[in-house]
């Protein structure tokens, strides 16, 4: 399989994992905790599931070199951005403005993080394999 072809495959994973991931957020944590606090928290444990997705993929990619780590990670980053845009608006009918409040680190948005997060994810994840 090309490297174009497994990169989207991993992050259709990563989609997968973190959509399911969002679901039992909103079932199990809102109302414990209230809608913009277990964002906040899902940034975390949404990382922790990015990683182990990255790292049980990452034998797959084979050897890379960091540039193309990074680039992979780009690419995540870039997809993920468009997704959340993209259901945000036209699946869930949020407003701009609740959108970007997960991007506003000075507010409490956290999803910044998550995404440096899933940037550098390949590039982590390669170093502590040796891959």
């Known amino acids: 399989m090309r490297l174009a072809a497994k990169i989207l495959t991993v992050w259709f ?3 997968a ?4 991931h969002g ?8 109302p414990r905790v209230g809608d913009f606090p277990s964002r906040q928290i899902g940034v975390f444990t949404g990382s922790l599931l990015i990683f182990v ?5 990452a034998p797959w990619f084979g050897h890379l070199e960091t540039r193309a780590l990074l680039a992979i990670g780009f690419v995540w980053l870039v997809l993920t951005v468009l997704f959340e845009f993209a259901m945000g608006i036209f699946l869930f009918h949020f407003p701009l403005r609740r959108i970007l409040e997960d991007f506003n680190i000075a507010k409490g948005g956290l999803f910044p993080l998550a995404l440096l997060f899933l940037f ?3 590039l982590l994840v390669a170093r502590l394999r040796r891959v």
């Not at 994992?17 to 399911?20: A, W």
């Not at 997705?53 to 993929?57: E, R």
């Open 13 to 15: 994973v990563l989609l």
């Open 53 to 57: 997705v990255v790292y049980l993929f």
């Open 120 to 122: 550098f994810s390949p």
């Open 23 to 30: 679901a039992l957020r909103v079932i199990f944590l809102v």
């Open 17 to 20: 994992v973190e959509f399911t």
